[in-house]
């Protein structure tokens, strides 16, 4: 089962600290501004004017304020809305088009915009794009044939994708969100045009929405809130689903005669520990975690208890709880890009095909796309991870 909880840090000034707890292990935490401009985050949706042209990068910069430059892809122009285009034919420095931001800015690199623009719902996502029907890949087929009988999918004109709780939903359900997210869709696309360059035209969504994206309904368990103002926000979000507004409760530590959840959940000492280069596994192994500007580097060390060293398999069994801990590291301190992990002793190709095998298994249920690709001839397995947001340690720095 999954739990939420969301509060504000009182050791970081003015934050919100979003805990994602699965089984009762930190699963997912997530370290935002209470104040924040909304330009500034994934989903936002504004005008930007294109600022230079890179043909032999294959992309562009898009400024999408005076002073804050984004990189662009040329290969999500295919559906973008323009505002202003000097040539029909062919994009000009100066043009003016819709964008919505992808990727945050981490470290030196630019945040990321594209073209192809996306309207989410908690059944379904609705996107500008001409790629037809899509579906999440945790539904099954029998789902998906039902999913794709319904009357409204072949009625837009862009592309709508079936995310993974759309399974436990009724048809009703997914009609009046598929009518909710296309008014939304066709008000932006009739306005943009009489918008002026920079305009805002869709604000993101609470910063801690994404972690809710990938949970079915019926494993979430509760959603705890402390905050006054963004319980009622989310009471308004979740009016027309029963099943999440069931589940969201405030807590008043006056109430509860209780801490705060800061202390209930230990969230401090969490964040601490989630920064820490060593982490301990149970078996008194541990592993090295080094971020460097390239990739993330990770060590296995077989640690402590030295006399089971000898047993048959030791070694493969500290390399799957290793993995085990690893999958969730990566998640718990969003680390992305590249990674290499050096475990120990494989000691056959059976061993690490066995290894890597597993580690994919565990990958596939990140929210974030991830991969483990290979295991070297030096025996180090390399892992990439889709780069979105900032990683937990520059959420922090960001915050301070």
Known sequence: ?????????????????????????????????????????????????????????????????????????????SDTWFVKRARAEQITQGDELVVQIKRERTGNKFPIVSGQLEFAGAYLVLTNEAKGVGYSKKLSAETKKRLQSLPFVSKFEGSLIFRTNAESATDEELTKEFAQLSASYRKLSSEYRYRTCYSVLKEPELFFMPMLSHIR???????????????????????????????????DKKTENSYGLNARYSINSLIEHALQERVWLKSGAYLIIQPTEAMTVIDVNSGKNEGKKKQKDYFFRINLEAATEIARQLRLRNISGICVVDFINLTSKEEEQQL????SGLLKDDPVSAQAIDITSLGLMEITRKKQKKSLREQLEYCS
């Open 1 to 77: 089962m999954h739990k939420i909880i969301i509060t504000t840090q009182t050791c970081i000034k003015k934050t919100y600290v979003a805990l994602h707890l699965k089984e009762d292990a930190a699963a997912d935490l997530e370290i935002a501004p209470l104040e924040e401009t909304a330009t500034e985050s994934i989903g936002t949706i504004c005008i930007g004017k294109i600022k230079d042209i890179q043909p032999k990068l294959h992309g562009m910069f898009v400024d999408i304020q005076k002073g804050k430059t984004c990189y662009m892809d040329l290969r999500s122009l």
């Open 356 to 359: 890597l095998s597993y580690m």
């Open 217 to 251: 309904f019926e494993e979430l368990e509760q959603i705890i809130v402390d905050q006054p103002v963004l319980y009622q926000k989310l009471q308004e979000k979740f009016q027309d689903i029963p099943e999440m507004l069931d589940k969201l409760s405030f807590f």
